[in-house]
Antibody
Framework: QVQLQESGPGLVKPSGTLSLTCAVS?????????WSWVRQPPGKGLEWIGE???????NYNPSLKSRVTISVDKSKNQFSLKLSSVTAADTAVYYC???????????WGQGTLVTVSS | AIQMTQSPSSLSASVGDRVTITCRAS??????LGWYQQKPGKAPKLLIY???SLQSGVPSRFSGSGSGTDFTLTISSLQPEDFATYYC?????????FGQGTKLEIK
């Protein structure tokens, strides 16, 4: 079965760029699915960041669009998130997940906490 | 963006109780809604998709209903492992938006 695993620095300085990668195993990133990033600030709710198709097509949350880039690397079966000009408000657990068309978001990665602090 | 409003925000219930959580969309979303369960320190888990379809492996005590703007998640008989936070998510259009969550606690 498909599994996802996030990786990347757990600490990013203010005004810097947050960079995370999601490795997909047990399936191909070139399947007919979108691949998504979702975040959750400590003690708060879930926020959809954006998603990508293996062709490179993307959809982003307008609230983050000016700072977000999601890319895909089919050769490594992974996709990535970059969030620029980060502030403390970007401190959150970041999840990657697969989107099944009209069938919800699953599976999810375990999540990785990114703290923005100097 | 479509706003998703869940109610209640928190709920205390006992094992064996029947519980209903509601999610209301700010505009019609057909049946493009999912329900997710999240336990502390864990990733969300898909319970229901397309408003009323039970995800594989999810116990049948969970059910979903609704269409348009009003949706419900029902747990027919609460089990100890069901105490968690529940979120709805609309995937009718972009941006995908979650409800604010309903925390289900033990009475």
């Amino acid at each position: 079965q498909v599994q996802l695993q996030e990786s990347g620095p757990g600490l990013v300085k203010p005004s810097g760029t947050l960079s995370l990668t999601c490795a997909v195993s047990g399936g191909s990133i070139s399947s007919s699915n979108w691949w998504s990033w979702v975040r959750q600030p400590p003690g708060k709710g879930l926020e959809w960041i954006g998603e990508i198709y293996h062709s490179g097509s993307t959809n982003y949350n307008p609230s983050l669009k000016s700072r977000v880039t999601i890319s895909v690397d089919k050769s490594k079966n992974q996709f990535s998130l970059k969030l620029s000009s980060v502030t403390a408000a970007d401190t959150a657990v970041y999840y990657c997940a697969r989107i099944e068309a009209v069938a919800g978001i699953y599976p999810w990665g375990q999540g990785t906490l990114v703290t923005v602090s100097s | 963006a479509i706003q998703m409003t869940q109610s209640p925000s928190s709920l205390s219930a006992s094992v064996g109780d029947r519980v209903t959580i509601t999610c209301r969309a700010s505009q019609g979303i057909r049946n493009d809604l999912g329900w997710y369960q999240q336990k502390p320190g864990k990733a969300p888990k898909l319970l229901i998709y397309a408003a009323s379809s039970l995800q594989s492996g999810v116990p049948s005590r969970f059910s979903g209903s609704g269409s348009g703007t009003d949706f419900t998640l029902t747990i027919s008989s609460l089990q100890p492992e069901d105490f968690a936070t529940y979120y709805c998510l609309q995937d009718y259009n972009y941006p995908r938006t979650f409800g604010q969550g309903t925390k289900l606690e033990i009475k």
